[in-house]
T-cell receptor
């Protein structure tokens, strides 16, 4: 079955530390890739997405992600985190199979940034 | 635009009760979906719709019904609530099947 794995369930960092959240998926065909963020008490918001082209994608709030096709990975990075980045982060994959293309979500990574 | 709206924000039910979670969007999106979010499991697709009058099952459809009589509205019905349906429910919409999805604020449901 298709799946999305997020390796870190909880991450704790100090402000200004660098962040990398792992995401791997199991699907051999064409995919669209997404990172969503959920701030405490809020709904999911799109951070960035990859459809095609440059595998290094830049999103909002200084986040970026790199698609490595050979590793089936789409890791999220930020050079210097802030306290306001405290949130839960979800990787999502949409395999292309024709018809309605469903999103498959990872389990999420809770990030806590301490001042 | 209000985007995607959901009501209620919180609900407590007793086992066996029925209720409807409301979802509406004002962006004229064709595609709408319902997800449930459970700790450590991410979001799982319950039902989705590709347009008015067309719905289909997602990953975890049992115990839920949907209908799509208009482009704007996509209600989710719990026929006979069970404690296993305690969760946070998110509605989402997108203009096409390949665009990003826009999420509503969620409904936190507790079934006792």
């Amino acid at each position: 079955a298709q799946s999305v794995s997020q390796h870190n369930h909880h991450v704790i960092l100090s402000e200004a530390a660098s962040l990398e959240l792992g995401c791997n998926y199991s699907y051999g065909g064409t995919v669209n890739l997404f990172w969503y963020v959920q701030y405490p008490g809020q709904h999911l918001q799109l951070l960035l997405k990859y459809f095609s082209g440059d595998p290094l994608v830049k999103g909002i709030k200084g986040f970026e992600a790199e698609f490595i096709k050979s590793k089936f990975s789409f890791n999220l990075r930020k050079p210097s985190v802030q306290w306001s980045d405290t949130a839960e982060y979800f990787c999502a994959v949409r395999p292309f199979r024709g018809g309605y293309n469903k999103l498959i979500f990872g389990a999420g990574t809770r990030l806590a940034v301490h001042p | 635009n209000a985007g995607v709206t959901q009501t209620p924000k919180f609900q407590v039910l007793k086992t066996g009760q029925s209720m409807t979670l409301q979802c509406a969007q004002d962006m004229n999106h064709e595609y709408m979906s319902w997800y449930r979010q459970d700790p450590g499991m991410g979001l799982r697709l319950i039902h989705y719709s590709v347009g008015a009058g067309i719905t289909d099952q997602g990953e975890v459809p049992n115990g839920y019904n949907v209908s799509r009589s208009t482009t704007e509205d996509f209600p989710l019905r719990l026929l006979s609530a069970a404690p296993s349906q305690t969760s946070v429910y998110f509605c989402a919409s997108s203009p096409t099947s390949t665009n990003e999805q826009f999420f509503g604020p969620g409904t936190r449901l507790t079934v006792l």
